[in-house]
């Protein structure tokens, strides 16, 4: 028995076209920059690339022949050895590849519209690599892709309305690049749980999204609108919607999502927080990041109610009032990181603020406050009583 399975193996042999994709995947790469230790300077193709010991062809898996002599290979996982090439055309002839991983490394060029009969494909990294042009042309090919990640790299145009039928994914990451257009709605991908698409040049509103999403990244972007609709998505679990032009409200249903650990929605154009007594009790938020919006009103004195909430940033504001006599008791426990600074804050602050004991870091700074430079949170002093006219009487 053992003995016919090891001559099934060894006469085995690699379909011919996929043996060809691999020479060419290492024709279309500068022999230079092929270091001798990398994976692909293993490749020698004297050897059958799925009839080799563990010392030849690595990086590559082949699928187990069965009654079907022919091998195929199903996975290519190259290292980072700073490979520098093309991806070639000759990719889509590996058509029962179920990974490709060529991330951190020097891959440019476009990537070849072949990519979309990679219908078993189901994760692709291409992560951290120089490729260009755009990715209409083979990404809905990919019937059963789970995961993409092709962040950091220099592709661009628009994501095609498309990939709302690749219903397997779970993640998708094109964070890191030069995606323009809108972003379109995407709620089909019922399984999606983290979707990063920071760092592009998308505009428009949000677009619709899947109700399994836990973590939501469109940072640095040009996206616009409200952001109430994020307030469905009980899942979500991390949201970064920083450096946008967010207009509207954080409202109520957004601050009390179930699962809602961080929420960064700084940098945007926001006017209200929408906090009130009914809120916090059992929360998870740890970290509310809004600082640099157009926040007016008074501090939410219902933020002490969120007990695990350690990091608060509402800097550089329009808010106004006194800070609540209620902050005081939380600071250093838990709340570990406190900015005001850069309001209209007024009057004086709860005395827990000049304490000795308190490990806390923040700003009260820049607001209009009675808040003694000697206390180490009012550093940086307040502004001129030329600027705080009208919020000095107002209580
Ligand atoms: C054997 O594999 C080849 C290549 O994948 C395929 O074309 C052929 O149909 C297979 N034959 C059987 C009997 O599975
Ligand atoms: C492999 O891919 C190349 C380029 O896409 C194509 O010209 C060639 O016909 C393919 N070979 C096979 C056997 O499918
Ligand atoms: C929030 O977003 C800003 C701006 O993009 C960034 O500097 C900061 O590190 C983010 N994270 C937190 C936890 O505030
Ligand atoms: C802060 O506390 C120190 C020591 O407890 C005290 O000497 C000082 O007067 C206080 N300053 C203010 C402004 O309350």
């Known amino acids: 028995m053992v003995l016919a399975l090891t001559l099934t193996f060894v006469h085995s042999l690699t379909l011919r076209s996929d043996t060809e994709a691999l020479q060419a995947l290492r024709r279309s790469i500068d022999p230079n920059m092929i270091p001798p230790s990398s994976y692909i300077s293993s490749w020698d193709f004297s050897a059958d690339p799925c009839d080799s ?5 690595l990086g590559i898996l082949c699928s187990n022949p069965g009654d079907n002599s022919t091998n195929r290979i199903i996975s290519i996982e190259l290292d980072s050895a700073g490979y520098d090439g093309f991806l070639t055309h000759n990719i889509g002839n590996l058509t029962e590849l179920t990974s490709l991983d060529l991330s951190r490394n020097q891959f440019r060029g476009p ?32 019937r059963n892709v789970e995961s993409i990640d092709l962040s950091e790299n220099l592709l661009s145009g628009p994501i095609p309305p498309r990939i709302s039928e690749l219903r397997r994914l779970t993640h998708i990451s094109f964070s890191n690049n030069e995606f323009s257009g809108r972003i379109p ?16 040049m998308f505009v428009g509103n949000l677009p619709k999204l899947p109700t399994k999403l836990r973590s939501l990244t469109l940072s640095h972007n040009q996206l616009s609108g409200h952001i109430t609709s994020l307030g469905s998505l009980k899942e979500l679990r991390y949201i970064d919607l920083s450096d946008n032009k967010f207009t509207g409200s954080i409202t109520r249903s957004i601050l009390s999502l179930p699962e809602l650990n961080q929420l960064n929605v700084s940098f945007n154009q926001l006017a209200s927080i929408e906090v009130n007594t009914h ?81 806390i870091s923040g ?21 001129p009583a030329s600027a705080c006219i009208g919020e000095i009487g107002n209580h």
């Open 53 to 57: 010991t563990g010392a030849k062809f």
């Open 111 to 142: 990537l070849p519209d072949t990519l979309k009969n990679l219908k078993k494909l189901t994760q692709i990294s291409l992560s951290g690599n120089f490729f260009t042009g755009g990715i209409a042309g083979w990404i809905d090919g990919l």
């Open 185 to 200: 709605d995407i709620n089909g991908l019922w399984k999606l749980q983290t979707l990063d698409l920071g760092s592009n």
């Open 279 to 359: 809120l916090g009790s059992g929360s998870p938020l740890q970290v509310l990041n809004a600082q640099r919006n157009r926040l007016q009103g008074h501090l939410p004195v219902s933020l002490v109610n969120f007990e695990n909430l350690q990091e608060i940033n509402l800097a550089y504001n329009g808010l106004t009032g006194r800070v609540p006599v209620a902050y005081g008791q939380r600071l250093g426990r838990p709340w570990k990181s406190l900015f005001l600074d850069d309001n209209f804050l007024s009057g004086r602050i709860p005395r827990q603020f000049n304490s000795s004991a308190l490990r």
């Open 363 to 383: 700003s009260l700074a820049n607001n209009c406050l009675s808040c003694p430079v000697t206390i180490p949170i009012c550093g940086g002093g307040q502004r």
